[in-house]
C-alpha cells in the first residue's frame, strides 16, 4: 500500500518535502535516516534533490529582487484570505499513514469497500511473494553456453558451469551468481537496481554491461559498458570503488580487493563467441581454462611447461588445437588417454607417462 | 540550465552515495549529496575539452550558487520568481518570503501566521516545486 502512495507523490514533491524538512534548525535523526534510505532508493531521487537545490540556489542570490511587502502586510493578508488557512491538506507525505486512518474515519460508507479491495491486494500480494520467494534459476552444464532475457528486458549469457538466481521485485533486481561466469547486459530501469551478488561481492547496475567471473579463490567483475558500484565486499576492502568501462575488480577470498584499469574487452567478453584468448598467459592457466569447458582434463605435469608464456585464440572447444601447440613444443610429450584427456609431461621433467 | 547535473552525473553521484556506508551518520546528509554532486560535476567539467573562452568551474563558484548557467537565466527567473509569487495563494505567499527573504525560522512564521509548523513545511515545500517548475520552464 504505501508503494502505491509513493508513485502517487512523485519523486520531485518528495524531494521538495526533504529539503524543507533537513533545512530546519535541527533535523532528528530518523528524518536523516528516512532521508538516506529514500535518496539512496533509485538515481531520480538524486536528481530531484540536486533540482531542489538549484532552485533554492536561484532564488538565494543576492541580485533576486524580491517583492518590497512588509512582513506584517503579507501576515496580514494571509490571515485575512478566506478559507487559505485551512486548505485541506492530503497526505501529501506518503508516510504519514495516520492522514489515511482519519479518512477512513470520516468516511464510512467507504471502509467496506476499502476493506474488500485491502483483502483482494493482501491475496494477490500473497501470491506475488510466493513467487518471488521461489526465485528462478538458470544454469549450465560444462560446455555449455546459455542466454537468457529476464522479464525486465535485461539479458544473462551463462558461461560453462554456471549457475544464477533470479528475482525480479517492484523495486529491485537481484541476481545472485551461485557458481560460473555471466555477462550482464541490464536493461536501463533508474528505478529498479539491478544488483548482482557473487559471493562476497555485490555490485549494483543501472544500465550497463558487465561480467562476473566467480571462481574458487577470487571474483572477478569486469565492466564492458557504463558504470557500476561495488555495493559490498569483504571484510577488508576500505573504501569501494565506482567502476567505469574497462574496469575490472579482483577480489578474493578474504575481501582483498585489486582493482585494474583498461582492460582488454575482446578478451573478457571473448566467451561469448565461444572463444578464448590468451595474450602472454602461462600454459598452466591456459589449460585450467578449457579445463573449465570441457569434461576431458589437460593434465600438464611439467612446472616449467605450466609457466612457459603463448599467446592466441582457440575455439573453448577445440581441444585438439591447443594440444597441438603443446606437441610442438620441443622437448613436450603428450600421451592421449583416448578419452578425451590428456597428460602433458617434458623432457626431464618429473612425471612420467603412466 | 541545470545540464551540469542532472545528464549522467546524477548517476554516477547515486553510485557514490551508495558506497557511503553509513550516510545516515553523516551529520547533514543532503549538504553530503551536494557535495558529492558538486564533485562530479567538477570532475565531469575536467573531462571536457578546455578552450579559452570555456569557464573553468572551481569550488567557490559552486558554493556560492554562481554557476555561470545560472548567472545567464537570472534574469528569466527573476521573472518566473515573480510570476509565481503573484500567482500563489496569500499564504503560501507570506510563507514563501518569510523563509526565503527574510529568513525567519519555521517556528517563527507558524506562530505569525497562527498554523502548525507541519503546515509551513508543507507550504514551503509546495512552494520549492512551484518555483522548480516555473524556473525549469
Known amino acids: ?354 | 540550465m541545470q545540464a551540469w547535473v542532472v545528464g549522467d552525473e546524477r548517476a554516477e553521484t547515486y553510485l557514490r552515495l551508495l558506497r557511503t556506508h553509513d550516510l545516515s551518520e553523516v551529520r547533514n546528509p543532503q549538504a553530503y549529496l551536494l557535495q558529492v554532486a558538486k564533485h562530479v560535476a567538477l570532475e565531469w567539467c575536467d573531462r571536457q575539452p578546455r578552450s579559452d573562452s570555456n569557464v573553468v568551474l572551481d569550488d567557490e563558484m559552486l558554493v556560492d550558487g554562481q554557476l555561470p548557467e545560472l548567472e545567464v537565466d537570472a534574469l528569466l527567473s527573476q521573472q518566473r520568481l515573480e510570476t509565481v509569487l503573484a500567482s500563489v495563494s496569500p499564504m503560501m505567499r507570506a510563507v514563501l518570503l518569510l523563509r526565503l527573504r527574510d529568513e525567519r525560522s519555521y517556528q517563527e512564521i507558524a506562530a505569525e501566521l497562527r498554523i502548525t509548523e507541519r503546515q509551513v513545511r508543507r507550504y514551503l515545500a509546495r512552494g520549492y516545486e512551484r518555483l522548480r517548475l516555473a524556473i525549469e520552464g
Open chain 1, 1 to 354: 500500500m504505501t508503494h502505491v502512495n509513493e508513485e502517487q507523490t512523485s519523486i520531485s514533491q518528495q524531494a521538495a518535502h526533504w529539503w524543507v524538512v533537513l533545512h530546519n534548525a535541527n533535523p532528528s535523526a530518523s528524518e536523516k535516516r528516512e532521508f538516506v534510505e529514500w535518496v539512496t532508493r533509485v538515481p531520480d531521487c538524486v536528481e530531484a534533490c540536486l533540482r531542489v537545490a538549484l532552485v533554492h540556489a536561484a532564488v538565494s542570490r543576492a541580485e533576486v529582487r524580491w517583492p518590497a511587502t512588509s512582513a506584517e502586510d503579507l501576515v496580514r493578508d494571509a490571515l485575512a484570505a478566506p478559507g487559505d488557512s485551512v486548505i485541506p491538506l492530503r497526505p501529501h507525505v506518503p508516510w504519514k499513514r495516520e492522514d489515511k486512518r482519519e479518512d477512513e474515519h470520516r468516511r464510512p460508507a467507504l471502509r467496506w469497500a476499502a476493506a474488500l479491495a485491502v483483502s483482494v491486494m493482501a491475496a494477490a500480494s500473497l501470491s506475488w511473494w510466493f513467487m518471488l520467494a521461489r526465485p528462478e534459476q538458470f544454469q549450465t552444464n560444462v560446455g555449455e553456453q546459455h542466454s537468457v532475457v529476464l522479464a525486465d528486458g535485461s539479458r544473462v549469457t551463462l558461461n560453462t558451469a554456471s549457475k544464477i538466481e533470479v528475482r525480479l521485485r517492484a523495486g529491485h533486481r537481484d541476481i545472485n551468481l551461485l557458481q560460473g561466469e555471466a555477462l550482464f547486459e541490464v536493461a536501463h530501469d533508474a528505478r529498479r537496481p539491478f544488483d548482482v551478488r557473487a559471493g562476497n561481492v555485490v555490485v549494483r547496475a543501472v544500465g550497463t554491461r558487465f561480467d562476473i567471473d566467480r571462481r574458487a579463490t577470487h571474483t572477478a567483475v569486469t565492466v564492458v559498458e557504463g558504470r557500476v558500484a561495488m555495493i559490498a565486499a569483504g571484510s577488508r576492502t576500505g573504501t569501494l570503488p565506482v567502476l567505469s568501462a574497462r574496469d575490472r575488480v579482483i577480489v578474493d577470498g578474504a575481501g582483498v580487493a585489486d582493482l585494474e584499469h583498461n582492460v582488454n574487452l575482446a578478451e573478457t567478453t571473448a566467451w561469448t563467441q565461444h572463444q578464448l584468448v590468451f595474450h602472454h598467459r602461462p600454459l598452466g592457466e591456459i589449460a585450467d581454462e578449457f579445463n573449465r569447458y570441457n569434461v576431458g582434463r589437460i593434465e600438464i605435469r611439467s612446472p616449467s611447461l605450466r609457466e612457459q608464456e603463448v599467446t592466441g585464440t582457440f575455439r573453448s572447444n577445440d581441444v585438439a588445437s591447443f594440444i597441438a601447440v603443446l606437441a610442438g613444443i620441443p622437448g613436450a610429450h603428450v600421451v592421449d588417454d583416448g578419452a578425451g584427456s590428456y597428460i602433458v609431461t617434458s623432457d626431464g621433467s618429473e612425471a612420467t607417462a603412466p
